[in-house]
């Protein structure tokens, strides 16, 4: 599957979770780390891991898992590394402390509906 079939079935399941302000950066250009970050928020703890188990599942049944994920127990930031498409919800307070789409601010920001 590719970075954009994937990311496609991401960007669904988020908005499936009512996922809040997602963001996708082609980062394919700057960083050898993968083709695009996709990033998104949750209100509480609950949300953030009910998002992250809906692109789990979506994934899952496309025979897709991540390489890693880090942060699901205290669900305040969820990572997950599918390899080109690196997965990042957070909480709100969080979102706005690490503020990845300035730190990757050269990225080109996508419409999710582009994707």
Request: charged share 30%; no cysteine.
């Given at each position: 599957?590719?970075?954009?079939e994937?990311?496609?079935?991401?960007?669904d399941?988020?908005e499936?979770?009512?996922a809040?302000?997602?963001?996708?950066?082609?980062?394919a250009g700057i960083?050898?780390l993968?083709?695009?970050?996709?990033?998104?928020?949750g209100?509480?703890p609950?949300?953030?891991q009910?998002i992250i188990?809906?692109i789990d599942?979506r994934?899952?049944k496309?025979?897709?898992?991540?390489?890693?994920?880090e942060?699901?127990?205290?669900a305040?930031?969820i990572?997950?590394?599918?390899g080109?498409?690196?997965?990042?919800?957070f909480d709100?307070?969080n979102?706005l402390?690490?503020?990845?789409?300035r730190?990757w601010k050269?990225?080109?920001?996508?419409?999710p509906?582009?994707?």
């Amino acid at each position: 599957m590719d970075s954009k079939e994937m990311s496609r079935i991401i960007v669904d399941a988020m908005e499936e979770k009512k996922a809040e302000d997602i963001r996708i950066l082609d980062i394919a250009g700057i960083s050898s780390l993968g083709d695009y970050f996709i990033i998104s928020s949750g209100n509480n703890p609950n949300q953030v891991q009910a998002i992250i188990d809906e692109i789990d599942m979506r994934l899952g049944k496309a025979g897709v898992t991540p390489r890693q994920v880090e942060g699901y127990a205290n669900a305040n930031w969820i990572l997950m590394d599918y390899g080109d498409v690196i997965v990042h919800v957070f909480d709100k307070e969080n979102r706005l402390f690490y503020d990845l789409e300035r730190i990757w601010k050269d990225g080109k920001v996508v419409d999710p509906k582009e994707i």
